[in-house]
T-cell receptor, first 110, second 114 residues
Framework: QQPVQSPQAVILREGEDAVINCSSSKALYSVHWYRQKHGEAPVFLMILLKGGEQKGHEKISASFNEKKQQSSLYLTASQLSYSGTYFCGTEWGYGQNFVFGPGTRLSVLP | KAGVTQTPRYLIKTRGQQVTLSCSPISGHRSVSWYQQTPGQGLQFLFE???????NKGNFPGRFSGRQFSNSRSEMNVSTLELGDSALYLCASSLESEIDYGYTFGSGTRLTVV
């Protein structure tokens, strides 16, 4: 079952902050975040695992609320390079199907 | 080090034909997954291979198949092409599971069915 992402789209000015949410109706084992720029392949940002472990780029901040089965990606002091579509991906157990959300389109304007 | 290589980059096929797409993962990566990306459906999981065995499969018809070779290279085949199969097909590799350090995606194969 596909996770739900919100908002669908967001427009920011450089320097502003944004939060992108990802939620699931099923208990999650892991949540992943990827960013895809137009015409390019998705790029890995971060993994958050059940139990609190996180792996990813140091400049990216995210949280994983296991009780709510929800993850949030925090983009602070946004830069033009942050523009793109952000996808969360979820897995309900180790080795289970990995499913991406529909994406959140982020546009950062000068 | 070389990234994930997908060939060909672009492909135009006629309805009813079949097509084979190729993916070479990052050296040392043993897991290869395939995704179909369309504007309306987003990233849809096709299947995952690990050590030449299909480990997971998405909800696609049997016309979509794949395999992985002993060197971890993977191929995806679509038979009896339909117009709706037009999409960007992305291959992603990881060490043993996407849990390790996420997927590394290839640039994709853009398939157009006419």
């Amino acid at each position: 079952q596909q996770p739900v992402q919100s908002p669908q789209a967001v427009i920011l000015r450089e320097g502003e902050d944004a939060v992108i949410n990802c939620s699931s109706s099923k208990a999650l084992y892991s949540v992943h975040w990827y960013r895809q720029k137009h015409g390019e392949a998705p790029v890995f940002l971060m993994i958050l695992l059940k139990g609190g472990e996180q792996k990813g780029h140091e400049k990216i901040s995210a949280s994983f609320n296991e009780k709510k089965q929800q993850s949030s990606l925090y983009l602070t002091a946004s830069q033009l390079s942050y523009s793109g579509t952000y996808f969360c991906g979820t897995e309900w157990g180790y080795g289970q199907n990995f499913v991406f959300g529909p994406g959140t389109r982020l546009s950062v304007l000068p | 080090k070389a990234g994930v290589t997908q060939t060909p980059r672009y492909l135009i096929k006629t309805r009813g034909q079949q097509v084979t797409l190729s993916c070479s993962p990052i050296s040392g990566h043993r897991s290869v997954s395939w995704y179909q990306q369309t504007p309306g459906q987003g990233l849809q999981f096709l299947f995952e291979y690990f050590s030449e065995t299909q480990r997971n499969k998405g909800n696609f018809p049997g016309r979509f198949s794949g395999r992985q070779f002993s060197n971890s290279r993977s191929e995806m085949n679509v038979s009896t092409l339909e117009l709706g199969d037009s999409a960007l097909y992305l291959c992603a590799s990881s060490l043993e599971s996407e849990i390790d350090y996420g997927y590394t995606f290839g640039s994709g194969t853009r398939l157009t069915v006419v």
